[in-house]
C-alpha cells in the first residue's frame, strides 16, 4: 500500500485547507485511516481517524475545527482544517490500519498503523 498525501501549503491565521491522502496498490477499504502531525522538535502526535463504518476520531485541540471523510471509490482520505491556527502548523502524515484493525484504544498510537505516507507541510502564520 501507498500513500501519497498533498494539499498543504502556507495559510493565515483562520484559513482553511484541505489534505489529501490517496491510497494505491493492495488498499483495503476496511482499514482505518488516519492523519498524524508533527511539530517542529516534537513527536508526532494522532489529529484524527476514520472508521471502515465512518465513525470519526479527533483530538480535542482540533474537534470543531478539522473534519476527516474519505472517498471510497477513489480510495482518498480527506482532512479539512478550518478556522487554522498558528499552533497547527506541523508536518502532516496519513497512516493507514489495515484488517484485523486495531482496536479503538490503540486508534491513537501510531504504532497502530502499517502504512505512512510522506508528510506534507502546513504553516499557518498569524
Known amino acids: 500500500v501507498q500513500l501519497q498525501a498533498s494539499g498543504g501549503g502556507l495559510a493565515q491565521a483562520g484559513d482553511s485547507l484541505r489534505l489529501s491522502c490517496a491510497a494505491s496498490g493492495r488498499t483495503d477499504s476496511r482499514s482505518t485511516m488516519a492523519w498524524f502531525r508533527q511539530h517542529p522538535g516534537k513527536e508526532r502526535e494522532f489529529v484524527a481517524g476514520?472508521?471502515?463504518?465512518?465513525?470519526?476520531y479527533y483530538t480535542d485541540s482540533v474537534k470543531g475545527r478539522f473534519t476527516i471523510s474519505r472517498d471510497y471509490a477513489k480510495n482518498t482520505v480527506y482532512l479539512q482544517m478550518n478556522a487554522l491556527k498558528p499552533e497547527d502548523t506541523a508536518v502532516y502524515y496519513c497512516?493507514?490500519?489495515?484488517?484485523?484493525?486495531?482496536?479503538?484504544?490503540?486508534?491513537?498510537?501510531?504504532?497502530?498503523?502499517?502504512?505512512w505516507g510522506h508528510g506534507t507541510v502546513v504553516t499557518v502564520s498569524s
Open positions: 497512516a493507514a490500519d489495515p484488517p484485523p484493525v486495531a482496536i479503538t484504544s490503540m486508534l491513537r498510537d501510531e504504532s497502530a498503523y502499517d502504512y
Open positions: 476514520i472508521r471502515y463504518y465512518s465513525i470519526t
